[in-house]
C-alpha cells in the first residue's frame, strides 16, 4: 500500500449521512458504509464508516474536523449504542493525533466533545441497497431532511475541501 494512503473509520450519527459528507471530500478515496466495533464496552457494532484516504490532499484533523461538524459530536443522546460518536484508528500514531485533534478542536463547540478515540477492532458492510444511499436517491425525503443539510454546510465551512 502506498505509505500517502490511509485509513480511519469513524461513527457518529446515521452511516447514511455520513458516508454522503464524506463522499464529497477531496483526498476521499472510498468510504464503506457499514457498522463498527471497537473492545471493552464497545464490543457492539456501532453505525459507522471506513475512510480510505490520501493524507497528501487532506488530514487526518480535517477529517476529524469535518465529522464533528457534521454529527452531534456534543450530544449524549439516548441513541448513542446505535450512534456512537467516535473515531476509530488502525495505527497508534492516529491515535495519538485524533486526539490531539479533538483537544485542538474543543474551542469550536460549546458544549464538551463526547466524541471517542478507540481501537479498530471490526467491521461489517451495510446491506448493498442501502449502500451509496444519499447517491442513489438524493430527492429522498430522509436525504432532503438530514443529508442535504450537511452537505449544505460542508459546503459554507469547508468548501475547500470538496470535490
Given at each position: 500500500?502506498?505509505?500517502?494512503?490511509?485509513?480511519?473509520?469513524?461513527?457518529?450519527?446515521?452511516?447514511?449521512?455520513?458516508?454522503?459528507?464524506?463522499?464529497?471530500?477531496?483526498?476521499?478515496?472510498?468510504?464503506?458504509?457499514?457498522?463498527?466495533?471497537?473492545?471493552?464496552?464497545?464490543?457492539?457494532?456501532?453505525?459507522?464508516?471506513?475512510?480510505?484516504?490520501?493524507?497528501n490532499k487532506i488530514s487526518l484533523k480535517s477529517l476529524i474536523e469535518i465529522h464533528l461538524h457534521t454529527h452531534q459530536s456534543t450530544s449524549n443522546h439516548s441513541m448513542r449504542n446505535k450512534y456512537?460518536?467516535?473515531?476509530?484508528?488502525?495505527?497508534?500514531?492516529?491515535?495519538?493525533?485524533?486526539?490531539?485533534?479533538?483537544?485542538?478542536?474543543?474551542?469550536?463547540?460549546?458544549?464538551?466533545?463526547?466524541?471517542?478515540?478507540?481501537?479498530?477492532?471490526?467491521?461489517?458492510?451495510?446491506?448493498?441497497?442501502?449502500?451509496?444511499?444519499?447517491?442513489?436517491?438524493?430527492?429522498?425525503?430522509?436525504?432532503?431532511?438530514?443529508?442535504?443539510?450537511?452537505?449544505?454546510?460542508?459546503?459554507?465551512?469547508?468548501?475547500?475541501?470538496?470535490?
Amino acid at each position: 500500500m502506498d505509505a500517502t494512503l490511509k485509513k480511519i473509520a469513524l461513527g457518529g450519527g446515521c452511516h447514511w449521512c455520513t458516508e454522503a459528507v464524506f463522499q464529497q471530500v477531496i483526498g476521499v478515496l472510498k468510504v464503506e458504509q457499514g457498522y463498527v466495533a471497537s473492545k471493552a464496552k464497545h464490543v457492539d457494532y456501532s453505525e459507522g464508516v471506513i475512510i480510505h484516504y490520501d493524507r497528501n490532499k487532506i488530514s487526518l484533523k480535517s477529517l476529524i474536523e469535518i465529522h464533528l461538524h457534521t454529527h452531534q459530536s456534543t450530544s449524549n443522546h439516548s441513541m448513542r449504542n446505535k450512534y456512537r460518536s467516535a473515531i476509530y484508528y488502525y495505527k497508534e500514531n492516529d491515535k495519538i493525533e485524533a486526539l490531539a485533534s479533538l483537544n485542538n478542536l474543543r474551542t469550536d463547540f460549546e458544549k464538551e466533545i463526547i466524541t471517542k478515540v478507540l481501537p479498530f477492532i471490526s467491521f461489517k458492510s451495510s446491506r448493498e441497497e442501502i449502500q451509496n444511499y444519499y447517491l442513489k436517491g438524493p430527492d429522498k425525503p430522509f436525504c432532503q431532511n438530514f443529508i442535504s443539510p450537511k452537505l449544505e454546510l460542508l459546503k459554507r465551512k469547508f468548501y475547500t475541501s470538496l470535490k
